[in-house]
């Protein structure tokens, strides 16, 4: 089966988009402000400027699917461009790779709103919304370290549209995770976890006041606990 092409529009119709680096972005034309004292034939340039941006935004969302769906890129000429297409490829592999962060963070705080909601049922260590990339398949506190719980935090600073900063995450985690604020918490754990629950609260909460410190968030970049 020959492998399915998308002939890019020709130089003479629409200017050929470029992706300056791994991540895809729209071009974009920033359009002078036109007063209204303007001859019809200066607003008219400014029209078709806005067209053009259009036509190019519409052209990249039909490359970026294209290409999402295993299509191959050609360039003007109906040539196979490579090297164009990997970097499109490479684009949407970022792209996933943040919104599966955003959706970890996401997670994590709606499991807050539910632990800390109206309910009063028992908390086991399991119900705990620890600060981890992967949730915790067994009773044990011992991935809760300051490298991964750092992982964690600091994965989806940064991504596209998040206005979040390291600063501010660890200053609201450290509200969050102070345990006199978690107390109310603590009361509604089983009997039988409530222990190591208080070892889990104390251990997050010692990772973060490391990383708060500049040296020290230096060096769990760098090593391991």
Known sequence: MATRGYLAFPPSSLPMLSYPGPTLERSSIHLPNVPSSRSDHNQSDVERLRVCQSERIVAEQSEVEWVRGGGLLRDASGRRDKT???????????????????ERWERYEARWRSVFGGSREPLTFFDFPWPLCNLLTEKSIDGLTTRTIGEFLFESVGVLGSSATRRERIRCSLLR?????????????VAEDVELVQEGVLRVFRALK??????????SQTTRE
């Open 84 to 102: 164009r297409t990997e970097r499109v490829l490479s684009g949407i592999r970022l792209r996933e790779d943040e919104q599966r962060r955003v």
């Open 210 to 219: 490391a990383l708060q410190d500049p040296s020290a968030r230096r060096l």
């Open 177 to 189: 995770w102070h345990p006199d604020k978690i107390s109310p918490l603590l009361r509604r754990v």
